[in-house]
């Protein structure tokens, strides 16, 4: 029996990671790029890139409604770094020079783009992550944290005191890169709950 058909929007960012460890996470993953690839879909991966770009590329593709839509109607989806800013509620910083961050309204929260700072203050830290039994290695490059997580939000990992791993029903959002660590244990969190397991 095959996995689900989780989508990974190609337009920026670590695709070719994510599909990887999907396929080990026991998905059968597929690059989303036009809407009739969206449509074909069970679950979404929004992958890390610059969320202004990614915003900008939805709407040039005419994607970004249609996406709304269907995380309007329950599709399990997953966002990592920009995707965790892209599936927010409400963004703080949302961009400069008439290009900004558009959210998705998948998760009930407000996120602050860039949060830890700079690409310079990029870093790496073991974090306790809620139902794992040991840490999760967490990479942040220019990471947001979650600066209001709503009632239905469960926050399943922190650090300097905001929520970087949040959940509300079957969608999933990091602040940290887990595709970049070779511990396939959000991922398969997020297999799960498409499986209506997790």
């Known amino acids: 029996m095959s996995g689900p058909r989780i989508g990974v929007l190609a337009l920026q960012g670590d695709t070719r990671e994510h599909l990887a460890a999907l396929r080990e996470a026991g998905a059968e993953p597929v690059t989303v790029r036009r809407r009739s690839e969206l449509e074909a879909v069970d679950a979404l991966v929004i992958p890390g890139g610059e969320s202004t770009t990614i915003s900008h590329l939805l709407l040039e593709l005419d994607l970004l409604e249609p996406l709304r839509a269907r995380l309007a109607d329950g599709m399990p989806a997953y966002g990592a770094c920009a995707g965790m800013i892209l599936?927010?509620?409400?963004?703080?910083?949302?961009?400069?020079?008439g290009r900004a961050a558009l959210p998705l309204g998948g998760i009930d929260m407000t996120v602050r783009r860039n949060a830890f700072g700079r690409q310079v203050d990029s870093f790496e830290g073991d974090?306790?992550?809620?139902?794992?039994?040991?840490?999760?290695?967490?990479?942040?490059?220019?990471?947001?944290?979650?600066?209001?997580?709503?009632d239905g939000v469960e926050v399943l990992a922190s650090a300097a005191g905001h929520g970087v791993a949040v959940r509300q029903g079957r969608v999933l959002a990091t602040a940290f890169h887990p595709e970049m660590t070779g511990d396939r244990r959000v991922h398969q969190l997020f297999v799960d709950m498409v499986n209506g397991r997790g």
């Open 87 to 97: 599936l927010a509620g409400e963004i703080l910083d949302a961009g400069v020079n």
């Open 127 to 150: 974090v306790a992550f809620a139902g794992l039994d040991t840490p999760v290695r967490a990479v942040f490059i220019r990471a947001p944290w979650v600066e209001r997580a709503g």
